[in-house]
């Protein structure tokens, strides 16, 4: 299981260390994908085949389905974990992201993300905020632990 938070380098040629920590869950391959914000999502390919499934699943003349379909199978891309332990990116999603030398890598569970140090700085202030995460969050169904 991805948890937790972890620095990583990103050269000038699109290379992402993967830490140690992560590369035990990739058979090798990962899927680079675009995030739902300014970041990046890094799947298992089996993670990603099951994601790919219930998206196709879904009814293409939904307007929604489409532009969910187009934003996460329409910029994905395979890449292959090297013996550096490191992934390329692509161009345009690194570009997206605002990724430079430097980057964050957050777990959630079945993928990680990949953030610049300003978007995750921002996404950690929104975090921090408790009275905000008591409304924001109430509506989420969590008995089952």
Request: net charge neutral; charged share 20%; proline share 3%.
């Amino acid at each position: 299981m991805f948890i937790g938070q972890h620095q990583s380098l990103c050269s000038e040629k699109n290379s992402l260390e993967i830490p140690e920590v992560y590369r035990g869950f990739f058979g090798g391959k990962v899927v680079v994908t675009q995030g739902f914000e300014k970041n990046i999502l890094i799947l298992p390919v089996e993670t990603f085949e099951k994601l790919s499934k219930l998206l196709m699943a879904l009814n293409i003349t939904d307007p929604l389905v489409r532009g969910l379909q187009r934003l996460l199978l329409g910029s994905a891309s395979y890449s292959q974990i090297d013996r550096d332990g490191s992934i390329d990116l692509p161009a345009a999603l690194k570009q997206f992201a605002g990724l430079t030398s430097k980057a964050i890598l957050v777990g959630q569970g079945g993928y990680f993300e990949v953030w610049s140090q300003d978007g995750w700085k921002k996404q950690e202030k929104d975090l921090q905020d408790a009275q905000e995460n008591s409304s924001r969050f109430s509506s989420l169904n969590l008995a089952g632990l």
